[in-house]
T-cell receptor
Framework: DGGITQSPKYLFRKEGQNVTLSCEQN?????MYWYRQDPGQGLRLIYY???????QKGDIAEGYSVSREKKESFPLTVTSAQKNPTAFYLC???????????????FGPGTRLTVT | AQKITQTQPGMFVQEKEAVTLDCTYD???????LFWYKQPSSGEMIFLIY??????QNATEGRYSLNFQKARKSANLVISASQLGDSAMYFC????????????FGKGTKLSVKP
């Protein structure tokens, strides 16, 4: 059964701690993305990657870091430098842009992070 | 700058009736794609329908259709025969024609289907 898994679904951390959110896909997609969603808002792009060992900053990368050591995995670290880390985080993947016209992004179930 | 606008924060529809969710976009690109996603209370984003900027026909997927008016830069989602399970947040998104393929999302419309 192909898809994207994110764990855990709920995560609680104390302020000042780094936390890593996992994202794994078995869709054989080259591109992977991390989004942040705040209440009443749409999704905002944090980081994306189109190939292993390479990634690019999105619109709100400050206070976040990522790695892409394997095609299947794209973990996101929320660092203590992120001023308002409490949010819903969604991971997505797609075939490489440009491969065909329609390449929708497939999303994982999300991780709700609460920092107190 | 590219932008997606969804002007309806919330909508109500009676079960079995049709509903239109509005979406307007702003881009200077000639090649772009428009998407609609559904987000139930569980949080996962579910892809519904896609429209390419060069597609001459309006996209349809089952009970979902996209009313694409290129000159007006609008891409409204029409849901026919609403069901209780359609209650969710709906997001319009646009992908530009560049190689990055990143999506820009609107703020969403919360649809509530009444029995």
């Amino acid at each position: 059964d192909g898809g994207i898994t994110q764990s855990p679904k709920y995560l609680f951390r104390k302020e000042g701690q780094n936390v890593t959110l996992s994202c794994e896909q078995n869709l054989n997609h080259d591109a992977m993305y991390w989004y942040r969603q705040d209440p009443g808002q749409g999704l905002r792009l944090i980081y994306y990657s189109q190939i292993v060992n390479d990634f690019q900053k999105g619109d709100i990368a400050e206070g976040y870091s990522v790695s892409r050591e394997k095609k299947e995995s794209f973990p996101l670290t929320v660092t203590s430098a992120q001023k308002n880390p409490t949010a819903f985080y969604l991971c997505a993947s797609s075939i490489l842009p440009g491969t065909s016209g329609k390449y929708e992004q497939y999303f994982g179930p999300g991780t709700r992070l609460t920092v107190t | 700058a590219q932008k997606i606008t969804q002007t309806q924060p919330g909508m109500f529809v009676q079960e079995k009736e049709a509903v239109t969710l509005d979406c307007t976009y702003d881009t200077s690109d000639q090649s772009y794609g428009l998407f609609w996603y559904k987000q139930p209370s569980s949080g996962e984003m579910i892809f519904l329908i896609y429209q390419g900027s060069y597609d001459e026909q309006n996209a349809t997927e089952g009970r979902y259709s996209l009313n694409f008016q290129k000159a007006r830069k609008s891409a409204n989602l029409v849901i026919s025969a609403s069901q209780l399970g359609d209650s969710a947040m709906y997001f319009c998104a646009m992908r530009d024609g560049g190689s990055q393929g990143n999506l820009i999302f609107g703020k969403g419309t919360k649809l509530s289907v009444k029995p």
